[in-house]
């Protein structure tokens, strides 16, 4: 119940047209509620898995759109800790929504109320940025974009990052194995994309982009260029 207030709550703070939105939240009776906007469509696992890799066009613009939805809600305090293709939404006109703030933390959230603060690692493991392995209290927006970085690499190739292995030995390459080159898999991603991406996989946060900002910049560059 209390990870489930702690949604609610995150959720409520945020209000961007790239992330679901809350429309209520109480309980009936025994039955505890979330009331979300609906959103017609697919998610990126499973368009991926159905249809192949995408565009790297549209690849790029999702994640330049995610990354918008990542900068507003660390402005307000709030860490999603689990983007994944599965959680990310493409809906008409190819709009795209962010969804799933289950695990999202607020800064202002006493850590006696935060369910991870146990150390217990939550989160996705093919997903997961290093620091939020080790402990995820240690997650900011850097481990974020990290996260969307493994997303955008699944998008150009269909694979996550480190799709091999136990859950641990995924934990284990993470945090020490060599970010993979999406041109292995994929040939016409250009170098300024695999430059970017590889930013946003570096395995300490202080090497990554400090800002979703600055990761949009890049990404646009890169667009112009490309």
């Not at 300024?192 to 996989?201: C, D, E, F, R, Y």
């Not at 900002?213 to 990404?219: P, V």
């Amino acid at each position: 119940k209390r990870r489930f207030r702690n949604e609610a709550q995150s959720a409520a703070k945020l209000d961007h047209p790239r992330i679901a939105r809350v429309f209520d939240v109480g309980s009936h009776d025994e039955w505890h509620y979330i009331v979300f906007e609906y959103i017609e469509g697919t998610n990126i696992r499973d368009l991926v898995m159905d249809q192949g890799v995408l565009p790297i066009d549209a690849a790029v613009f999702y994640t330049s759109q995610l990354a918008e939805a990542l900068q507003h809600a660390a402005e307000r305090g709030i860490v999603h800790r689990d983007i994944k293709p599965s959680n990310v939404l493409i809906g008409p006109g190819e709009k795209i929504k962010l969804v799933d703030m289950g695990l999202a933390r607020s800064d202002n959230l006493d850590l006696s109320e935060d369910m991870t603060a146990s150390g217990v690692t939550l989160g996705t493991f093919d997903y997961i940025s290093p620091e939020q392995a080790h402990d995820p209290r240690d997650a900011d927006l850097r481990s974020d974009i990290y996260s969307l970085g493994c997303t955008l690499y699944f998008m150009l190739t269909g694979s996550p990052p480190y799709p091999g292995g136990t859950m641990l030995q995924k934990l284990l390459s993470h945090g020490s194995a060599p970010p993979p080159d999406a041109r292995e898999l994929r040939p016409e991603v250009s170098d300024n994309l695999v430059v970017g991406i590889q930013k946003m996989l570096a395995k300490n946060p202080a090497d990554r982009y400090q800002t979703a900002t600055d990761l949009i910049a890049d990404l646009r560059e890169v667009a112009l260029r490309d």
